[in-house]
């Protein structure tokens, strides 16, 4: 059973830092990628960052470009968002899905990612 469990979110003041993490299990992971959404009320869900845990080749959303960073530890089945200078448009409940190997090369499109984790609450004050 694929499994994606997010942690790390909460609040904190602009400027300020946060690292979500999204530990997965249950799946091969040269076959997949993991990617971060997020979703602010009454807006759609957006893609934020993705890794291949083939290559560890990423991609980055054009709003978080140099603030944030996504890596990933193969020994603890975790992917992380370290977050920097955080904006209070960066609230929003943050979620990491999975994407398989087929529809490479990796991208934020929301319609390939096939497992979803619950999500994590992240709030950004002014």
């Known amino acids: 059973e694929v499994q994606l469990v997010e942690s790390g979110g909460g609040l904190v003041q602009a400027g300020g830092s946060l690292r979500l993490s999204c530990a997965h299990s249950?799946?091969?992971?040269?076959?997949?990628?993991i990617g971060w959404f997020r979703q602010a009320p009454g807006k759609e869900r957006e893609g934020v960052s993705c890794?291949?845990?083939?290559?560890?080749?990423?991609y980055y959303a054009d709003s978080v470009k140099g603030r944030f960073t996504i890596s990933s530890d193969s020994a603890k089945n975790t992917v992380y968002l370290q977050m920097n200078s955080l904006k209070p448009e960066d609230t929003a409940v943050y979620y990491c899905?999975?994407?398989?190997?087929?529809?490479?090369?990796?991208?934020?499109?929301?319609?390939?990612?096939?497992?979803w984790g619950q999500g994590t609450h992240v709030t950004v004050s002014s």
């Open positions: 899905a999975a994407e398989f190997r087929s529809y490479w090369p990796i991208s934020l499109n929301i319609d390939e990612y096939e497992y």
């Open positions: 249950g799946f091969t992971a040269d076959d997949y990628a």
């Open positions: 890794i291949s845990l083939s290559d560890g080749a990423t």
